[in-house]
């Protein structure tokens, strides 16, 4: 008899490219890639949430992952990136599935 109110929002994002060089315009390898996908047992694409204490980047912030191999990650908020954060301040939510999931308020539509 009624509407939900928040509607789950689902996006693929892909699980990662195999391609282990970077090309140049002409189709040369210039530069190598990583051979791992994991670091410190996070991976590109997961769901984690990150309590920083002190510096730059205060505050907790829940989103996307981009590992590094540096162990200096980077995370995505729906209020955009935060860089340089440590993978000991980052605790795994969910493991990346190839989806980016997100919920929003439903759009009422008056007929």
């Known amino acids: 008899t009624g509407w939900p109110a928040r509607i789950l929002v689902v996006k693929a994002t892909g ?11 002409y189709g040369f390898p210039r530069l190598r890639l990583p051979r791992i996908k994991h670091v410190n047992g996070f991976a590109t694409g997961d769901l984690v949430r990150a309590t920083v204490a002190t510096g730059k980047n205060t505050g907790i912030h829940t989103g996307r992952v981009a590992v590094r191999a540096t162990g200096s990650f980077n995370v995505t908020t729906v209020t955009g990136t935060r860089q340089g954060i440590s993978h000991k301040h980052i605790r795994l939510l969910q493991r990346a599935d ?3 999931y997100t919920t929003r308020q439903e759009s009422i539509i008056e007929r």
């Open 98 to 100: 190839g989806y980016g």
């Open 15 to 25: 699980r990662g490219s195999y391609s282990r060089t970077r090309t140049n315009r």
